[in-house]
């Protein structure tokens, strides 16, 4: 039951630092450079980064519940849990006003930088690009706390 307990774990980590690193590496680059207009990109983008908060807050609850029936609370635990709580800051707190500016101004590259609107959606963007370098920061070193405390773990006996 522990190994089973492991491998949901190390999948839900996985499966949401490798999403984080695809949507930084793959998709908002990609986007920008196959959309014909930057602000259909942006909706992409929006979209994505919202199911990727989704995804991630799902992600790790799954991981914080096979550790608290593993009993495993450890370090790899609390990364988890800052993890999960500056998605939900970005996605419901920071995402959505950045969505509601760009509806107000329609295009956000055709607003002026000048603009209060544009330079508070400037600011909102950074913060997004900031708190999603600390969760993936936050998911690596889950990772390798994850796989530090299993390898510690003493191996079972197997018969000759």
Known sequence: MRSMLRLVQFFALGTWV?????FSLVVAPGALRSFPHPDQASAFIAYSIGRLHADGIVLG???????MLAALGSAASICVELM????????????????TLRLEMGSVLATPP?????????RLHDASVWLEVV???AGIAALYLTARDSSTEKPADFPA
Do not use: D, K
């Not at 609850?61 to 550790?67: E, G, K």
């Not at 500056?86 to 419901?92: E, F, H, V």
């Not at 000048?114 to 400037?122: G, L, Q, V």
């Open 18 to 22: 490798g999403a984080i690193l695809y």
């Open 84 to 99: 999960v709580i500056l998605s939900a800051i970005s996605q419901y707190l920071v995402v959505a006003r950045m969505e």
């Open 135 to 137: 969760v993936l920061i």
């Open 114 to 122: 000048e603009n209060p609107m544009r330079a508070a959606f400037e």
């Open 61 to 67: 609850i799954v991981y914080l519940v096979a550790t």
